[in-house]
């Protein structure tokens, strides 16, 4: 009989899955399970282009009907994967029925993290992890409306770019001491300040957001001993694996569902991709990564590997971040101890920050540089060795290193 493949979570590595099975030969029945009422769609522009008005909400469909129906693929939406049962290979749905599996791929994702203080449950207080998110917040993202965005990462910085092309009066709070903390290294952090101070948005650094007042809705936000008047708050602090239903089937999961380098959880019928899985990176330490290329390329990992043609995940991890007319790409992972250079010059909006480790290099922040973003994602992959001062030296071009 045809084996059944059962992918739960329509989001970006599940349609990658499905688009890599088939291309793998892979001929039984698939089934694609999403509890969203759309088909996947990229969030990526969610907090960008979409939020600013620019971008079609048709653009956002990974796909179109017609792929679903080539692929042979059962896509179901609307509805929940509740239960895994491994020893009978089923999966119960919230809609009541019961999908049996010969293998399963998990690709849940991730949620918000909520934040917990006073206040939190007023209207007016927004987050953005969906479509459903944006069109919430669009009604209320007026010119001259106060924005207090809560999180100086990705998400509330560009959320507070878009903010402030759009003409409201945007303020962040960020409790550590400077921009994109856990991401980027200071100069690019220092560099963001200073394009979101030129652009009128206030930032409150060192600032712990403590509640929310007001009567029907938000009000102000209480921080640093001081109210903070808002119309409305946009809460980016974060998020955290959907990795439940995988730890309640008995599964290894620690802060996201334990995988190996081929995406197989401690279950060999099981499998798991993308925001929802932790993994041991290229250096070997283990990392829960939450982007576009780790969710295609684990997908890809995975669906290999479910067709008994495992090969190992090694893949550079490389991320981007739009805020007003600056590109951010990031390429490999910085860790602390790694020595930093400088290439390039920020006052011309245009650099680039390099990580060595052991002399090689190991990272690349790039703004606005695509150069050193794309050939310094090759010197990482080759854990090639650059001497830091032709690194720096803009006279000899990126690709005289590649
Ligand atoms: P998702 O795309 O989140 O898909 C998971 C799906 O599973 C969801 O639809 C979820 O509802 C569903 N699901 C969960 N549990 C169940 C269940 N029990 N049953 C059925 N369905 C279930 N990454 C970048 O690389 N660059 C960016 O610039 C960038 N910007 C972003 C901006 C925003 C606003 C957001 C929210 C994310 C951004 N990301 C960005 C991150 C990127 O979108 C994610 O890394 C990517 O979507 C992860 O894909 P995934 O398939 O693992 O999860």
């Not at 459903?132 to 924005?147: C, H, I, N, Y």
């Not at 856990?182 to 509640?211: C, I, W």
């Not at 279950?267 to 969710?295: K, M, S, W, Y």
């Amino acid at each position: 009989m045809a084996k059944h493949f059962v992918i739960i979570g329509a989001g970006q590595a599940g349609v990658q899955a499905v688009q890599s099975l088939r291309a793998g030969g892979f001929v039984g029945r698939l089934t694609l399970l999403g509890d969203e009422a759309y088909p996947p769609y990229q969030r990526p522009p969610l907090s960008k282009a979409y939020l600013l008005g620019t971008f079609a909400r048709e653009r956002l469909f990974l796909k179109g009907d017609e792929f679903y129906h080539e692929a042979g693929c059962e896509l179901v939406l609307n509805t929940r994967a509740t239960a895994i049962d491994r020893a009978a290979r089923t999966i119960a749905l919230s809609d009541g029925r019961t999908l049996s599996y010969d293998k399963l791929l998990i690709a849940t994702g991730t949620r918000v993290r909520k934040l917990r203080c006073l206040g939190t449950d007023l209207p007016g207080i927004h987050y953005l992890r969906d479509i459903a998110d944006v069109d919430g917040l669009q009604s209320e993202f007026k010119p001259g409306a106060r924005m207090a965005v809560v999180g100086g990462g990705y998400i509330g910085l560009e959320v507070a770019a878009v903010g402030a092309k759009r003409g409201l009066q945007v303020t962040v709070f960020e409790s550590a001491a400077r921009l994109m903390p856990r991401t980027v290294s200071k100069p690019v952090s220092d560099f963001y300040a200073q394009e979101h101070l030129k652009a009128g948005v206030t930032l409150e650094l060192n600032t712990l957001v403590a509640g929310f007042e007001g009567k029907d809705r938000v009000e102000a936000v209480r921080a640093g001993g001081v109210s903070h008047p808002a119309d409305l708050v946009l809460v980016g602090i974060g998020v955290v694996p959907n990795d439940e239903l995988a730890a309640a089937a008995g599964l290894t999961c620690s802060d996201g569902i334990v995988v190996d380098r081929n995406a197989m959880t401690s279950d060999p019928a099981i499998f798991a991709a993308g925001d929802c899985t932790r993994h041991h990176g290229r250096d070997g330490v283990e990392i829960r990564l939450e982007c576009v290329q780790n969710a295609i390329d684990q997908a890809k990992h995975a669906a290999l590997a479910m067709m008994d043609r495992p090969k190992d995940y090694g893949e550079v991890p490389w991320f981007w971040s739009d805020q007003y007319d600056l590109k951010l790409q990031i390429a490999g992972l910085a860790r602390p101890g790694d020595s930093i250079v400088v290439r390039g010059d920020p006052a011309l909006r245009k650099f680039a920050v390099f990580h060595l480790r052991a002399g090689r290099v190991a990272a690349v922040e790039a703004v606005n540089a695509a150069p050193e973003y794309l050939i310094g994602k090759k010197l990482i992959a080759a854990d090639a060795e650059i001497p830091p001062e032709k690194l720096v030296d803009t006279s000899l071009a990126m690709k005289a290193f590649a």
